[in-house]
């Protein structure tokens, strides 16, 4: 079965740090992988989505996430952070086929804290 | 942009109450998806359709049914809303059928308090 593991529940890191926000998945085929953020109050915004193709993806806001195979693992990163970064950060893998067509597969989130 | 739309933003309701969520989208998708988030539990699918009149069971389908009678509507009821249904309710919308089919793009949220 289709899963998404994000071991970090709580990050916090200083303004102008790098970041990175780790996700592994689980899925018996090529996964399609993406990163969303969620502002206090918010609905989801796409970051960034991979498909095929390059292993690492460029994204909106800065961020960029690389598709390592071998490690089963999305991990999302950016090279500065900004105090407007704070929010929560979801992995989510594709599925395909019969009656799960179009579904995604959610972490639990990751809550990223930024000091000024 | 595509525009997923959510019919409140804040929902008071008692128990025992019918509570309909609506869900509108404005870029013809096929793929309409309810979710419920919990701190801690991340979005869990509650019940989601690929078509006109068509939907499935996700996760946590208990407590919960669905109507699709026009492409562009999803519609989450709650036949007797109970306190453990207090939660932000999140609706998605996809295409289908094409290489971006699982992008889902989200509405803002309803936040249900059930008393």
């Known amino acids: 079965a289709q899963s998404v593991t994000q071991p970090d529940i709580h990050i916090t890191v200083s303004e102008g740090a790098s970041l990175e926000l780790r996700c592994n998945y689980s899925y018996g085929a090529t996964p399609y992988l993406f990163w969303y953020v969620q502002s206090p109050g918010q609905g989801l915004q796409l970051l960034l989505k991979?498909?095929?193709?390059?292993?690492l993806v460029q994204g909106i806001k800065g961020f960029e996430a690389e598709f390592k195979r071998s490690q089963s693992s999305f991990n999302l990163r950016k090279p500065s952070v900004h105090w407007s970064d704070a929010a929560e950060y979801f992995c989510a893998v594709g599925a395909y086929g019969g009656s799960t067509l179009g579904r995604l597969y959610f972490g639990r989130g990751t809550q990223l804290t930024v000091w000024p | 942009d595509v525009k997923v739309t959510q019919s409140s933003r804040y929902l008071v309701k008692r128990t025992g109450e019918k509570v309909f969520l609506e869900c509108v989208q404005d870029m013809d998708h096929e793929n309409m998806f309810w979710y419920r988030q919990d701190p801690g539990l991340g979005l869990r699918l509650i019940y989601f359709s690929y078509d006109v009149k068509m939907k499935e069971k996700g996760d946590i389908p208990e407590g919960y049914s669905v109507s699709r009678e026009k492409k562009e509507r999803f519609s989450l009821i709650l036949e007797s809303a109970s306190t453990n249904q207090t939660s932000m309710y999140l609706c998605?919308?996809?295409?289908?059928?094409?290489?971006?089919?699982?992008?889902?793009?989200f509405g803002p949220g309803t936040r249900l308090t059930v008393l």
């Open positions: 998605a919308s996809s295409l289908q059928g094409a290489i971006n089919t699982d992008t889902q793009y």
């Open positions: 991979y498909f095929s193709g390059d292993t």
